[in-house]
C-alpha cells in the first residue's frame, strides 16, 4: 500500500474514533474508560496521519496547512492523554470525556482555511468539507467550555454533536483519499523503445556499402 493510502487509512481510522467517541450511547455500552481509550486512539492516529501527510507536501501553502494541522493533532494528543488519565483516575467520573480543545481546534482551523484557498481550480469537494469539519471542531471546543463558576459544560449535547459531525465530514475527506484512483505513473525515457529514423539502419548502411 502506498504512503498516500496509509496516511488516507490513519485519517479515516482517526476520524472513525471521534465519531463514534462522542456518542452517549457509546460511552454507556464500553464506560468510560474505554471511551477515553477510543478518543486517544484517534488522536494517535490523527498525529501518524499528520505527519504522513507533511512528508508528502510539496512546498509553500500545502505543506504550511499539513505543518499547522499536524500541530493541531499534538495538541490532541495531549488533551485526550489527559481525558484518559482523568477517567482511569476517578471511576466515578461521568462528564463529557473528550472535546476538541481551543488550541487544536484553531490549528486546525487555519490548517482548513490554507488549503481551501490553496486548492487547485479542478479541485473536489474535499477541501470544503475538510474546512466544515474544522469548524464543526472549533463549534465543539466552544461548546464544551467549562464554566469555573458553577463547573459545568456549556452546552454537553451540542459538544457532543458537533464533535462527531466534524470527525463525519474528516472520515468523508479520508475515504474520499483511501478510494481515489492513482493516475498511472508516466513511462521512464529509458524503459521506452528507441526508434530509429529512416535510413539510420547500420544493417541498411552495410547493405548499400555491399
Excluded: K
Aim: proline share 7%; hydrophobic share 45%.
Amino acid at each position: 500500500m502506498t504512503r498516500e493510502r496509509w496516511m488516507a487509512a490513519c485519517f479515516a481510522l482517526g476520524s472513525a474514533c471521534f465519531v463514534v467517541g462522542p456518542f452517549p450511547g457509546y460511552a454507556q455500552l464500553v464506560g468510560a474508560e474505554a471511551d477515553a481509550i477510543t478518543f486517544f486512539a484517534g488522536s494517535i492516529l490523527f498525529t501518524v496521519g499528520g505527519l504522513l501527510q507533511v512528508r508528502l507536501s510539496s512546498p509553500g501553502a500545502e505543506r504550511w496547512a499539513a505543518l499547522v494541522q499536524s500541530a493541531g493533532t499534538l495538541f490532541f494528543n495531549v488533551t485526550t492523554y489527559r481525558a484518559l488519565d482523568t477517567a482511569l483516575s476517578n471511576p466515578h467520573y461521568d462528564r463529557l470525556v473528550w472535546r476538541p480543545d481551543a488550541f487544536g481546534s484553531i490549528c486546525f482551523l487555519v490548517s482548513g482555511v490554507i488549503a481551501y484557498r490553496a486548492r487547485p481550480a479542478d479541485a473536489d469537494w474535499t477541501p470544503l468539507v475538510n474546512l466544515l469539519g474544522c469548524v464543526f471542531f472549533g463549534i465543539a471546543a466552544v461548546a464544551g467550555y467549562v464554566v469555573p463558576a458553577t463547573g459545568s459544560i456549556l452546552a454537553l449535547g451540542p459538544a457532543n454533536f458537533t464533535t462527531a459531525l466534524g470527525a463525519a465530514c474528516f472520515l468523508a475527506c479520508a475515504l474520499r483519499g483511501l478510494t481515489a484512483r492513482r493516475p498511472p505513473s508516466p513511462t521512464p525515457r529509458s524503459a521506452r523503445p528507441r526508434q530509429r529514423r529512416a535510413g539510420t539502419d547500420p544493417r541498411a548502411g552495410e547493405a548499400a556499402r555491399r
